[in-house]
């Protein structure tokens, strides 16, 4: 990773009491970011002041790139239904002056977004998730260094979905990609850095597993051959274990002061007790775990 390629500083536009308020974003070049937040957090405003199309109350943007490499999908498109496919992505072409890119243009954006087969299909036609895939399309037409997509995956089925964040995840190293999702596990499948909003204000901001290695607490299912309800016993009086519970299936479930603490007590406690560890392994940690434990300390 490079350094920023699109930095905030104090960034805000008021609406009332909604809108984004002192944002300091930094995303660097080449990277997958993914801004996440419940509905009203501030998302597609913040993006729509990010490509210009609202200006802010106060602070300040650098994009260090040209606008004409900067290309944006709104959450919903809006094309006219009589026109193919191929002429609405050929259009968006033209508008963004990338002609000299020549012919293939328009059907290497058709074939990245999914839509290599409905290229002369009138787009009136199309399902919400297809014309989600066309805005993507256009967007890609005119080969931008910077995307900015907002909700890409929203109307999409999970096949299509997969696919989408598939070719978005294809693109790091060659360009930057800002998106803005609330499906938290779509972001952890892609996004190498996070921002998180929350009522117009930024939570947090760095690595996907940054966040979820601060804000969860490691915790590992740990099975023994024996007495599963006296080691649990065991384990809790320990000073580095913070939570030690039976749960089904003769498994224990252990949390633990810090990763390095668990990885070596746990062994030691079982040889200790004079079990026979059956299994032991991390619980799941996902970027969803992390999100509510963040916005549960913010608030």
Known sequence: MTGPLVTTSGLTRDYGGTGVFGVDLAVPGGVIYGLVGPNGAGKTTLLSLLTGLRRPDSGTISISVGRHRLAYCPDVSEFDGWLTATEVVGLALSLAGGRKRGGTACGDALASAGLADAA???VGGFSRGMTARLGLACALVADPELLILDEPAAALDPAGRAELLGTVAGMRGSRTVIFSSHILADVQRVADQVGILREGRLLYQGSTQDLIDTYLTPCWLVRIAGDAAGFAASAARQSWV??????AGGVIRIEA???EAGERGIPALVASCGARLAAMEPASADLESAFLALT???G
């Open 120 to 122: 002369d299909r009138q």
């Open 242 to 247: 913070t939570a030690a519970e039976p749960a």
């Open 296 to 298: 549960g300390v913010a």
């Open 257 to 259: 002061a810090s990763l």
